[in-house]
Nanobody
Framework: QVQLVESGGGLVQPGGSLRLSCAAS????????MNWYRQAPGKQRELVAG???????NYVDSVKGRFTISRDNAKNTVFLQMDRLKPEDTAVYLC???????????????WGQGTQVTVSS
């Protein structure tokens, strides 16, 4: 059906930047909301940012002004530009895409495999 492949995680010093990408592939009829979540050890999964098909976006308060979510509808790809990173941003980041596969009547939820982001000096 639909597969999500994430890239762009890694180790960065505090104050640095990273750009995450998540590409959806497969038999896709259309995509809808695209989101980035994160999960740190011992903590609940948290919605970091989301973007609609019309590119309206929302962010958790802790990343407002530092992270920017964007999407390329032609390539079914969502990005997360992370600037001025802090140690508390350390987590596994997962993309979540609502997509309607070809031949399906309604959209389904799909998840990426996760990419590790570590912010440390």
């Amino acid at each position: 059906q639909v597969q999500l492949v994430e890239s762009g995680g890694g180790l960065v010093q505090p104050g640095g930047s990273l750009r995450l990408s998540c590409a959806a592939s497969g038999s896709i009829f259309s995509t809808y909301a695209m989101n980035w979540y994160r999960q740190a050890p011992g903590k609940q999964r948290e919605l970091v940012a989301g973007i609609t098909t019309g590119s309206s976006s929302n962010y958790v308060d802790s990343v407002k002004g530092r992270f920017t979510i964007s999407r390329d509808n032609a390539k079914n790809t969502v990005f997360l530009q992370m600037d001025r990173l802090k140690p508390e941003d350390t987590a596994v980041y997962l993309c979540n895409v609502k997509a309607r596969p070809v031949g399906w009547g309604s959209p389904q939820d799909y998840w990426g495999q996760g990419t590790q982001v570590t912010v440390s000096s």
